[in-house]
Structures are given as C-alpha cells and as structure tokens.
C-alpha cells in the first residue's frame, strides 16, 4: 500500500470500537450551521455521546453502517 493509497475512494477508515446495541444506539450528529456530520454512539441511559468518525459523503456513511453491521442510523441535529 502506498501513501496517496489511502485517500483513495473505497479506503474508508473506520476506528475500532467495542459497541453494546443493548447500552447504546447509532447515531449521526448533524449540524444545522454548516452540515458537518459525525458518526457515533448515544448512551441510551445518560445521552453521552461518544464520537467515532466524521462522515463527509455517502460511502464514509456506508463504511460505519458496514464497521459495526447497522441497517439503519438515526440523525440528530
């Protein structure tokens, strides 16, 4: 793998991440200002939020969904 490999468009890179479906769910936090999206999940009991990966077009979306084996995100603004 070469150096500019990386930034080429199927290279999706997806951070480890130990996820509990019961303790927490799939979320996108999207901004109203300026559309930023970030990948992440929501604690269920406490709202905590814990960050994974920005999520700059539709193949970076289908790369978390794939990473952690979602059917479906859930958008918060």
Request: hydrophobic fraction near 30%.
């Amino acid at each position: 793998m070469g150096l500019f490999d990386f930034f080429k468009k199927n290279n999706t890179y997806v951070p480890e991440y130990k996820f509990d479906p019961d303790k927490e769910k799939p979320v996108i936090r999207a901004s109203i200002c300026n559309g930023e999206q970030v990948a992440g999940f929501k604690n269920k009991e406490t709202g905590e939020f814990h960050e994974i990966m920005l999520i700059r077009n539709s193949e970076e979306l289908e790369g978390f969904k794939r990473a952690y084996n979602l059917d479906h995100v859930d958008k918060e603004y």
